[in-house]
C-alpha cells in the first residue's frame, strides 16, 4: 500500500470555526497535502452558501501552502476515490462526537474497504465550539470574535445586519 499523501477533510463549514482551523493547520503539519472538502447538501438549510463557505475557507487559509479548498456532492467515498485519496480525517471534540463518527467510519470502510478514517481531538479550548452555536450566539447578539477567524466574524455580522 503506497504511503498517503493527501488527506480529506469533509464537512458542513457552516461556517467554518477555529476548531476547524486548528485542526487544519495539524493536519497541514502532518501531510503533504489536506484538501477540506464542503459538502454540497440540497436537503440541508444552511446559512451561508457553499461558495461562501469555501472563499471563507480559502481566505483563512492561505497561507498554508498545502491546503485546498474543493466540494462534493453524493457519497464521501466516491469523491475520496475520484480524488485518489484513501485517508478521511474528521475531528473529535468530546466522547458524545465519538459514536456518531465511528458509525460514519465504519460505514465509509464497509462502502470502500480500503478507505481509513482519521480521528483527531480538537484543540482543548475549543471543544465545546460548533458552528450551529457560532450561528445561534451570532443571531442572537453573543459575542463570536475568539470562536471563528476575523473574516468568518466579518460575514456572520453581514448576515445579521
Ligand atoms: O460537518 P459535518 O456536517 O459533521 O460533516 C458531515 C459529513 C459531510 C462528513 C457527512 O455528512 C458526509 O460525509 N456526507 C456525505 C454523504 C455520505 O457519504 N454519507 C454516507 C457516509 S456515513
Redesign the pocket.
Known sequence: MPRQKIVIY????DPPTNGHLDLIQRASEVFAHVVVAV?RNESKTALFTVEERMEMLAEATKDLENVSIDSFS????DYAREREGRMIL?GIRAISDYEYEL??AL??RHLNPELETLFMPAAEQYSYLSSRLVKEVNRLGGDISKLVPPNVARRLADKSS
Open positions: 469533509p464537512g458542513s463549514f459538502l453524493g457519497l464521501l467515498v474528521r458509525q460514519m460505514m465509509n
